[in-house]
């Protein structure tokens, strides 16, 4: 609430929590000439103006909480608006009364956004101690006018007082011209000297100076290359509480660069499943530090252990699966580490890795990268490439199925990121478990990336992910698109730009990125390599639970089950003889498939099963562009249905009545889950006889044209006895086999209804705009 200049009360928006009021008994009443002239709210003129600027001093603050067992603390304030650090004050050192004297500008699109203001108390080394906050409602403030405000702190979870802040605050409206010329240094510099915040003006030059050193140092890529890491799991950690258990989190430490993880909680076998990025400089240290610490509430954390990897002994642009003992035998930590995103390399410019191939095929994470310029083609290493997977060497390597490389050309029309209608787009590509990147362009919405990389293709059914992001110095990148391309639909030597999608790749974004892909892959290696275990992806979206969702879950296993129910109403009806003429036919069938039945007939009919769809798929072919897009507008809908429902439970719910539904949730997300696996494999069945992916069908007609043929010859006898023989010694011919089921290994490289829709590439007719959200009427 504010106190206005004639004593009346504004009441700013629900979740204003500071308290504002005029120091009349320290600073003085407003002056009563400027007084007299009637001045409007900025929420009675937000509709005239595009843009305000506001100008806010930091003085002092009084009576400020202890946070130190010294009975003092080390203040600092940060400003934040609209969710980003606007501005972040000096630490004044065991002051309960500090004085910063600090004054700053920031840009304000919407005065309706509340300016943020929190106070920490600076600790070195651990967590630095919230000492209270408090929300500014800007729409409340003068147009014009330069006001004194004293801004009670408050905390909801401490009952004492935490003192207050002495702010000056100013809001100037701008137009549209003054918009483009705020965000102009020289220009801007002339501003300042109109509102004569001149200390302020010698502090923005002296940063922007180091910004614009920082920014032509970054044009030049200062930071030699990324270091790429996904935190998978800890085994074996030390018990630090007394119930026996943890709570571990990691600390990462590249030079100057942190990472901090999540905690998991009460388990000494964590599992995180984080993946970050940190970047290495050449001036600095390429030993990578990693500490596990031990979660306290209340008191210091307990630290558990540690480890370093020395980065410059690793391979670069190859991924590699690291398990990482602690000292003293404090456990191990297990994660994917990839040195990436260099500005230049020094690779062979043919970029098919030939050289690599006679020394690392077979080993974990095989990949290359080069730059476009440098890259020239060589007929002779192509067909050694060839030669290497081609079918008369399909025993040698099973695991080496083939080599994908991707020439990721340039991006047109991105997402503007940064402030200034700008971003600092970068690429990264990944194929299950390997991770790779491009170097960053700095301040471009079109970059030109120029990158040739090289995969080893393990599995002919993974996905490549496409991803655009937006860098951002001191903070986590910014997602920009997205495009998932199975490798069995790529076309060989086809530069194509593709539509980026949003993170659940269900809706277009901004912007389009060019690619030219080429896989070459042994066909049987393949094959061999579908009846395996599937290897599986360390870092995946976790699914939480949400109704839409299961409700859509609901929707597909019903559509599964009345497939099953009509096809007994069918036979139900031969039965009962509803058509005469479909149940004589019927039951001559029948007689006749009971009378003559062999075992190798099974595989027969499942064969006629494929080419009856086989069939109908091509007739069908060219109308399948209409169920396509009304399967799109649907998937639309519930995807919009779906924010919206997190929208309101979002504003209903409160963070208190969450925990209490957590059980619930967790049960519910069980059952969702487990209806989407069941939907999957029904749909996966599904898609195998549609011909969804022809090289999996053929597989299958393969498989079964051969098993007719055994069963045929051989007694079922036998065949029994082989199976169990193989399944019995499996273990003791390979200790280190995984239990696997073959059908099932076949059936999850089917994909489901919702992969394909995730898969799907937009057409040129869907690059209009993002629709906008449909509101609900009530």
């Known amino acids: ?77 940060k400003f934040k608006y609209d969710g980003k650090q606007v501005y972040k004050s000096r630490i004044v050192y065991k002051n309960l009364n500090p004085r910063w004297d600090e004054t700053f500008s920031l840009p304000v699109d919407d005065v309706t956004k509340p300016l943020v203001v929190k106070v920490f108390d600076y600790d070195r080394g651990l967590q630095d101690d919230p000492m209270g906050h408090a929300y500014i409602d800007l729409a409340s403030l003068l147009i014009d006018r330069k006001e004194e405000f004293k801004v009670d702190l408050e905390d909801p979870h401490v009952a004492e007082d935490l003192g207050y802040l002495l702010l000056d605050l100013t809001l100037v409206p701008k137009t549209s011209d003054e918009k483009e010329e705020f965000s102009r240094a020289d220009r801007y510099f002339s501003l300042l000297d109109q509102l004569s915040l001149t200390y302020w003006k010698h502090k923005y030059l002296a940063k922007r100076n180091r910004l614009v050193e920082t920014q032509r140092s970054m044009k030049a890529q200062i930071w030699s290359s990324v270091v790429s890491l996904v935190l998978i799991e800890g085994k074996g ?24 993880s999540k905690v998991a909680g009460k388990t000494l076998n964590p599992r995180w499943l984080e993946q970050f990025d940190l970047h290495m400089y050449d001036d600095q240290t390429s030993v990578l530090e990693i500490s596990v610490w031990d979660k306290d509430v209340g008191s210091k954390d307990d630290f558990m252990g540690r480890c370093q990897v020395d980065l410059s002994e690793l391979k670069r642009e190859e991924t590699h699966h690291i398990e990482k003992e602690l000292e003293d035998g404090a456990g191990s930590v297990s994660f994917l580490l990839t040195i990436t995103g260099h500005a230049s390399h020094a690779h062979s410019p043919t970029c098919w890795g030939a050289d690599g191939l006679h020394t690392h095929l077979g080993s974990a994470g095989n990949e290359t990268i080069t730059d476009l310029a440098n890259y020239m083609p060589d007929p002779r290493e192509r067909l050694e490439v060839q030669r290497r997977y081609s079918l008369l060497r399909s025993l040698r390597n099973l695991n080496d199925v083939g080599l994908l490389q991707v020439k990721v050309i340039k991006a047109t029309g991105l997402l503007a990121a940064d402030f200034g209608g700008k971003s600092d787009p970068f690429c990264v590509l990944e194929l299950t478990n390997a991770r790779l990147q491009t170097q960053t362009i700095y301040k471009t919405l079109n970059p030109e990336w120029g990158k040739v990389f090289t995969f080893q293709v393990k599995d002919i059914h993974s996905i490549l992910e496409v ?51 080429e896989v070459i892959y042994n066909s049987v290696k393949a094959s061999w390599r579908t009846f395996n275990p599937k290897e599986v992806k360390y870092l995946q979206m976790e699914q939480k639970f949400k109704r839409q969702i299961l409700v859509r879950n609901l929707q ?70 209409q169920q396509e897009v009304r399967a799109d507008e649907e998937a639309e809908e519930e995807e919009q249905e779906e924010d919206e429902d997190d929208e309101e439970r979002g504003k209903e719910k409160s963070k208190s009545f969450k925990e209490k539904l957590q059980a619930i949730q967790d049960v519910c997300q069980t059952v969702q ?26 597989l299958a007609v393969i498989t079964l044209a051969i098993a007719t043929v055994v069963l045929y010859f051989i007694p079922l006898r036998y065949l029994v006895l082989v199976w169990g023989i193989n399944k019995f010694t499996k273990k003791l011919r390979n200790p280190n086999a995984i239990p696997n089921n073959e059908l099932l290994d076949f059936l999850s490289r089917v994909p489901s209804d919702e992969e394909l829709i995730d898969c799907k590439e937009l057409k040129s007719d869907d690059t209009q705009q993002p629709s906008p959200k449909k509101k609900k009427t009530s």
């Open 556 to 625: 597909r296993v019903s559509r599964l089950v009345m497939a099953v129910v009509n096809t007994g109403r069918f036979v139900k009806s031969c039965f009962e003889w509803e058509s005469k003429t479909r149940s004589i036919t019927a039951f001559i069938m029948y007689v006749l498939m009971v009378w003559n039945f062999e075992l190798y007939m099974l595989p027969l009919v499942l064969l006629s099963i494929f080419f009856k769809y086989y069939i109908v798929r091509s007739v069908m072919e060219g109308r399948t562009d």
């Open 467 to 517: 991803s655009v992001y937006d860098e951002d110095r001191n903070k986590s990148a910014e997602f920009l698109g997205k495009v998932a391309i199975p490798l069995l639909r790529i076309k060989n030597g086809e530069r194509k730009a593709f539509f980026l999608k949003d993170k659940k790749l269900r809706r277009r974004t901004k912007g389009s990125i060019v690619l030219e892909m």
């Open 1 to 77: 609430m504010c106190l206005l200049d004639d004593g009346s009360t504004h009441d700013g928006q629900t979740h204003h929590l500071g308290t504002l009021a005029y120091l009349e008994t320290e600073i003085g009443p407003p002056d009563k000439e400027t007084d007299s002239i009637p001045r409007p709210t900025a929420r009675s003129v937000r509709h005239q103006y595009d843009f305000f600027t506001l100008d806010v001093t930091l003085k002092e603050g009084r009576r400020l909480a202890i946070r130190d067992k010294c009975g003092t603390s080390d203040p600092y304030v």
């Open 673 to 698: 889950n487990g209806l989407d696996e069941v939907a999957s494999l029904g749909e996966s069945v599904k898609n195998a006889f549609n011909w969804t992916v022809p090289f999996l069908s053929w």
């Open 237 to 260: 950690l030390l018990p630090m509480d007394d119930n026996g258990l943890s709570d571990p989190y990691c600390k990462f430490r590249l030079g100057n660069e942190k990472y901090k």
